[in-house]
């Protein structure tokens, strides 16, 4: 199971990245409800009498429940749509590829809509299945189908990232337990070279530029194919020897190969930065300043809110950036204490100029 | 069963010291022991005579804890006991000496007996200790041993001993021995019954499995007779007739020397052999055998015995009929076998000018290795690191032995059940592993079962194997039929070389005397026979000449029918002496020494 | 499911009926056979239940969900059978060298293999659909017969072919990530090769059997294959000595190590087609990463088969409907999918650990077992 995490974050960036070009984003404010969807009390709108109609599901791929990434992730986001809209859900784990085809259409059988796809693997099941069921809504994540009923979900990735590149390169510049000032220097650990992969580079270098246009930023990819995606032993040594050049702060997009890199920080005492989830929470004993996060689980809450207001963006392709909510900075925790008040304006300041389209991130890395 | 042997006067006390009633042990439909009863007074050694297959193992392994009785009873000093592990019969003061012994090389004689209970403290090791208990045990019971030499370059006699220590290192007064003579020279089985003697002399008693009937009337007080899982009768050691005790094991008359009458028909010096004469040089008529015995390291005896008939014979080789073959396998003056063993190297050059020529490498093996290697050197399934064997005149060292086969030669393997037959194969697959891809058992690399079925059913019924059913699977033959069906095999096609390696090797008698009247009658077709054994019995009973191979060399030749048991045991302990017959080349004796010094065995050893 | 074998009855056989006899003896054989998976699926089930107990479900309604899914309709079958096809194959990866006493653990690798090797061939030749889809068929199987020489060769060589075949196992993986992404990389949103084209594809069975594809009926006809080679040729004869007893074969002038060589080559070629024939079937393509642990599960349907090519299709006929049996089982029954790995995997450790059989069903067992005598306990 271990190492399907590792190919699962692998293939879903590279879907991430064969995407990420053609973006085919639409103003994603339009459709997809408002952000204040997502904290605010159950909305009037989907607490009404059509609510109990609606049941939605969704098909893990091949990870399953549990992978502390974005099944989870979905999973969360149905049952908070469970919670709070009143719709009753259900929720399918693949144990083989062959099953994507088998669960989608069972639960298109059982009139489940929306019904989510998680996981650019199941594309070609969502393409085979999607056009036999038109009454059906289903929607994709982190890929793209070409069914009219269809709704895609992607993530800006590199818009967090820069929000993580701002902290990077202003708490490098303090003197901390982890860090000091004299060698403004930070790194990013990759995992498989590839578009998807640059992008989170390029978001996370504009970031540090922005706030430390002096700050040298050490780049290394562990690999070229999927399987740098679970090479812990070779992110531990990308991270020392970053860190022998003086990084303190490191950030990664690397799938499992990250553990390598909490492993050589908490041994030499450096910050990390986490990726996809609240790694912190997770890896609670290493010292990881904070993670960028991608909101699958709001994605899907957003689309059920979205089906249930009868705007379920079909045929689109949505992506979820910072304004959305889809991508985010975690909190500090642990360490607010030491992260000064004028990092955490940085970073508020930062987006809002994302948001309101002051800042330009981009998605390819300099030459 | 009621025992109605009488007890032998003055030796077994009034209650027996175990006592075996009414024993059963089925396997599925098959019952292995059926309502056997026995007695074992003190002081006494009873034999348990029984072909293989009759039971005999089994009973032991019931009284030993390795099986359990379905139903009867075991009585030890009149009390019955339950037996249901090998710890409980130690307990019990019942020792086992395997006929397999189960012995570390590497450690120390000291260390393999108290192995399992080691003196000493707190978990540490008294090596001290232990030598001293077992140089006093050994002194004690007379068994010369020394504690600190290791087991592994012992030889099979004195390993022997160890195995007895350990059993008298246990505490056993109940001794059990399983075919204790199997390997052992002629003057190492006299020690051995010696040395019994001594241990019944102190009080224990023995129980010997054999099916050896001449040690048994020597060295048992009474024999108890088994065959098909009963016990037939129990009779007094002496003055009971080993053709009486033939007749009772075999349940018919047993024709017990079956050489004299066969071999007169053929054997003559090899009067007509020119020195580097081709396949032709033999007539029909003309025929000579030898015979060749091996003695490893000194007191690691190991005989071979070689009959051999020279003359041209058809061979229709493995069915097709395509090719003649002479008879006479012809290395033209040497066929060596250099084969590594314990990692020393012994090059030895035997020749002989005659027929048979052996070439052995190996050295201070246990289990006749020498002939082992030998065997599988000739017969092309191990090669010979140097020297060249010649079969017809026609260098074969380069080829395996499949295509040794083809061109006549067969190999009756020293182990039939690892290496003669593929034991979960049926036997009809068994008689045509060699001959599968050929017409008319395959066609097209098609088998064709029905071919095959007939073929083996003809051969079962002309080896009389037992069940005569090709379709049985070869492992759950006995030992004995296992044999007939690897000999049958081999023999078929009229091949010219007849390699058998210890062919009667824990086989019964009445499958002994079969297999040996059909390699009588092969050396009576024209076939040439290298017999490879370390039963003497069975070389006199067979060979015409006797080649003695010792310390991986060749040592001497003995005629048949003049050789004494003497010269012979002196012969394979490592005497060397002069030729007889004049068939050895003293040169290729000479050359046979080649580095063999290094090793101690100058070339130039002990006369006779 | 019947725990009680079908014993080979004690009467005398009839004196002649050959063919009769024989046909008594295999079924007696195939009886016995079955006994040990038979009973390992009745203790699994057990501890199945036990589990489900555990976590507060309903375990009647659990299993019949477990059954409807996989055997209960049609479409159940249909589902079935695709998840059993290439599994079949994998099977008879492990079953053929295993014959030959060499244990194949490299089946995921030549699949993998076999399935690069199909999709480049029928995405890249010309001419008639039904040729493209032979000549990928044979690559496939080429590619796998090639890639499990290899330990063949290195077990002549002294080296281990467990390990080896682990090894490749890693080597082919990577191989075939890298040529999917790389030189036969297609223009689709996600990573791995691209799509071969439809009328390359082998079409579906139909007769309401959903996905099942006209892969299983060269899966069957791959076991009658792999039956005949082992026991009705000359190569097959030679395999088996081999097999069971490498020194007798050595001595009787059979080639150990070129036997062992081409048996678990034929073992890759299986695997190899395998793959090839999951890709014209199911997928269309090779995406990265592509289908897990079809080899692996091939390991656990031969065992599970005892090594015999009818007991490898039902092998994967029983992993194939435990898996469609438990979507099913989650779908209606809430009982989560890794409830079909648990009972596989209890399976496979009662069907191993012939100890717990033998404690369980008594002595007979052991005749069980190896499916022969109890001539252990008569020597002497």
Redesign the interface.
């Known amino acids: 199971m271990r190492s399907w995490k590792a190919l699962l974050a692998a293939t879903l960036m590279l879907a991430l990245a064969a995407c990420g070009g053609g973006g085919t984003a639409e103003e994603p404010a339009d459709d997809a409800p408002a952000a204040e969807g997502s904290e605010a009390a159950p909305s009037e709108a989907a607490g009404g009498e059509g609510a109990s109609d609606v049941r939605a599901a969704m098909v893990t791929d091949v990870g399953g429940l549990g992978d502390n990434s974005f099944n989870d992730s979905a999973y969360a986001g149905l049952q908070r749509a469970e919670e709070e809209l009143g719709i009753s859900i259900e929720v399918l784990e693949s144990g083989a590829p062959t099953d994507y085809v088998n669960n989608l259409t069972q639960l298109a059988e059982s009139g489940f809509s929306p019904v989510f796809a998680v996981g650019f693997l199941m594309t070609d099941a969502v393409n085979e299945v999607a056009p036999q069921f038109p009454e059906t809504q289903f929607a994709l994540i982190d890929s793209v189908a070409e069914a009219t009923n269809v709704a895609n979900l992607l993530f800006e990735e590199q818009q967090g990232s820069y929000l993580a590149g701002v902290v990077a390169g202003l708490m490098t510049q303090q003197d901390t337990e982890f860090t000091t000032a004299e060698a403004a220097t930070v790194g990013f650990l990759g995992g498989q070279e590839s578009p998807l992969i640059r992008k989170f580079e390029a978001g996370y270098a504009a970031g540090v530029q922005s706030v430390c246009p002096d700050c040298q930023i050490l780049v290394e990819y562990a690999g070229t194919t999927p399987e740098a995606f679970n090479d812990p032993a070779r992110g531990q040594e990308i991270a020392i020897a970053q860190n022998d050049q003086g990084a303190d702060i490191i950030y990664h997009a690397s799938g499992a190969t990250g553990n390598g890199l909490f492993e050589a920080a908490t041994d030499r005492g450096f910050f990390a930065i986490g990726v996809d989830s609240d790694q912190a929470a997770i890896v609670p004993d290493a010292p990881i300043l904070t993670s960028m996060l991608k909101r699958v689980d709001n994605a899907v809450f957003a689309s059920v809110e979205a089906a249930l207001e009868g705007s379920f963006p079909a045929g689109e392709t949505i992506t979820y950036g910072l304004e959305d909510e889809g991508v985010d900075l975690a909190e500090f925790g642990e360490f607010s204490d030491i992260v000064p008040q004028e990092v955490v304006d940085a970073v508020e300041e930062a987006r809002t100029g994302i948001v309101d389209g002051t800042v330009e991130v981009p998605t390819e890395p300099a030459a | 069963m009621e025992d109605r042997a009488p007890h032998r006067q003055g030796t077994a006390a009034d209650t027996p010291v175990l006592e075996m009633r009414g024993v059963t042990k089925r ?4 019952v ?1 022991n059926d309502d056997i009863s026995l007695s074992l007074g003190r002081g006494e050694v009873l034999g348990l005579l029984g072909e ?7 009973l ?2 019931i009284l030993f804890g390795l ?1 359990t009785a379905d139903s009867g009873e075991v009585l030890v000093d009149g009390a019955p006991v339950r037996i249901a592990s090998p710890r409980d019969a130690v307990d019990l003061r019942i020792g086992m000496v395997h006929q397999h012994f189960v012995l570390v090389g590497p450690l120390s004689v000291a260390e393999n007996v108290v192995l399992g209970a080691e003196p000493g403290a707190a978990g540490l090791f008294d090596r001290g200790a232990a030598e001293q208990r077992v140089a006093d045990l050994a002194a004690r019971y007379g068994l010369a041993v020394d504690p600190s030499a290791r087991v592994g370059d012992l030889s099979v006699g004195v390993q022997q001993r160890v195995e007895i220590l350990k059993a008298l290192y246990r505490e056993a007064r109940i001794l059990i021995l399983d075919e204790p003579t199997a390997v052992l020279t002629p003057q190492e089985s006299h020690e051995l019954f010696r040395v019994l003697r001594g241990l019944v002399d102190q009080g224990l008693s023995i129980i010997l499995i054999t099916h050896k009937l001449g040690e048994l009337k020597q060295a048992a007080d009474r024999i108890t007779v088994i065959r098909d899982g009963r016990v037939i009768a129990t009779v007094p050691g002496a003055g009971t007739s080993e053709g009486e005790l033939a007749r009772l094991m075999v349940g018919r008359e047993v024709k017990l020397a079956g050489r004299r009458a066969a071999a007169a028909l053929g054997v003559t010096t090899d009067a007509a052999e020119e020195p580097a004469g081709g396949a032709d040089a033999a007539g029909p008529g003309g025929a000579t055998a030898a015979g060749a015995a091996t003695a490893g390291g000194g007191a690691t005896a190991a005989g071979a015995g070689a009959a051999a008939r020279a003359g041209p014979a058809r061979r229709g080789p493995r069915g097709r009929g395509r090719r003649r073959c002479g008879g006479r396998w012809r290395p033209g003056g040497a066929a060596a076998g250099g084969v590594r063993e314990d990692g020393g190297e012994r090059p030895v050059r035997l020749s002989a000018r005659g027929l048979v020529v052996a070439g052995v490498g190996g050295a201070t093996a246990v289990h006749g290795v020498d002939l082992v290697e030998l065997a599988a050197a000739l ?1 092309g ?1 191990r090669p010979a690191r140097a020297g060249v064997v010649e079969l017809d005149g026609q260098d074969v060292s380069r080829l ?4 040794r ?1 083809e061109r006549g030669l067969a ?1 009756i ?1 020293e182990d039939r059940s ?8 049926t036997v009809a ?1 068994n008689m045509t ?2 001959t ?2 050929e017409p008319p ?2 066609r097209l ?3 064709r ?1 029905g071919a095959i079925r007939r073929f083996a059913a003809r051969l079962v019924q002309a080896f009389d194997v037992r069940p005569a059913d090709p ?1 049985a ?1 070869a ?5 004995g039929n296992q044999q007939k069906a690897v000999v049958a095999r081999e023999l078929t096609g009229e091949p010219g070389v007849v390699i058998a390696a210890q062919p009667t090797r824990g086989v019964d008698v009445g499958a002994i005397e079969f297999l040996h009247a059909r390699l009588l009658a092969e050396r009576d077709r024209g076939a040439a026979i290298l017999l490879l054994s370390l039963e003497l019995d069975e070389i006199r009973a067979l060979a015409d000449r006797i080649l003695v191979i010792a310390g991986g060399r060749f040592v001497g030749e003995l005629d048949a029918d003049r050789a004494t048991d003497e010269q012979l045991g002196l012969l394979m302990a490592g005497r060397e002496m002069a030729p007889v017959g004049g068939a050895l080349d003293p040169g290729d004796a000479a050359a046979g020494g080649r580095g063999t010094a290094a090793d101690g065995h100058p070339p130039g050893s002990a006369p006779l | 499911m019947d725990t009680r074998p079908a014993e080979a009855p004690d009467a005398p056989p009839p004196p002649r009926r050959p063919a009769a006899e024989v046909v008594r003896r295999q079924l007696g054989a195939a009886g016995r056979a079955l006994v040990f998976p038979a009973v390992a699926a009745v203790l699994a089930f057990a501890v199945g239940a036990v589990v489900i107990l555990a976590t507060g479900q309903d375990v009647g309604a659990a299993y019949s969900a477990l059954f409807r899914g996989g055997f209960g309709s049609a479409g159940a079958w249909g589902r079935t059978l695709l998840n059993a096809t290439p599994l079949i194959f994998t099977g008879l990866a492990v079953a053929l060298p295993f014959r030959a006493g060499l244990f194949n653990i490299g089946g995921e690798g030549q699949l993998y293999l076999g399935a690069i090797a199909a999709v480049w061939v029928a995405t890249t030749l010309g001419g008639p659909a039904p040729l493209v889809v032979i000549a990928a068929i044979v690559a496939a199987g080429l590619a796998g017969f090639l890639w499990g020489a290899i330990p063949g060769a290195l077990k002549g060589l002294g080296a281990h072919e467990v390990i080896t075949t682990i090894m490749l196992n890693f080597i082919a993986i990577n191989l075939v990530t890298w040529l999917a992404l790389n030189p036969l990389a297609g223009a689709s949103a996600t990573p791995g090769t691209g799509s071969v084209a439809d009328p390359v594809r082998l079409a579906r069975l139909g007769a309401g059997l959903g996905r099942a594809h006209w892969g299983l009926l060269l899966g069957l006809v791959a076991a009658v294959i792999a039956y005949l080679v082992i026991w009705r040729t000359a190569r097959g004869f030679a395999i088996r000595a081999v097999g069971l007893a490498p020194e007798a074969a050595r001595y009787a002038g059979i080639p150990v190590a070129v036997n062992g060589l081409l048996a678990i080559a034929l073992g890759g070629l299986f695997a190899g087609i395998g793959g090839g024939i999951e890709v014209l079937g199911v997928y269309g393509r090779v995406s990265i990463p592509f289908v897990a642990n079809l080899g692996f599960n091939g390991i656990g349907v031969a065992l599970l088969g005892r090594n015999h090519p009818a007991g490898v299709v039902l092998g994967a006929i029983f992993f194939g409907g435990l898996a469609a049996g438990a979507q099913e089982m989650q779908f209606a029954a809430d009982v989560p999918l890794d409830l079909a790995d648990v009972l596989l995997a209890v399976v496979l450790l009662f069907v191993t650990a012939t100890g717990i059989a033998e404690l369980l069903i008594g002595r007979r067992a052991r005749a069980l077992v190896d499916g022969t005598t109890l001539g252990r306990g008569l020597a002497g």
């Open positions: 396997f599925g439909a098959v292995a293989n297959g009759a039971g005999k193992s089994t032991m392994k099986y017969a399934t395996g032995a499949a295509q086969g190999y393997p690892t290496k003669g037959l593929v034991r979960d194969f697959e592993v060699k599968f891809d058992f395959s690399g098609w088998l079962p379709d699977r492992g759950s033959l006995s030992g």
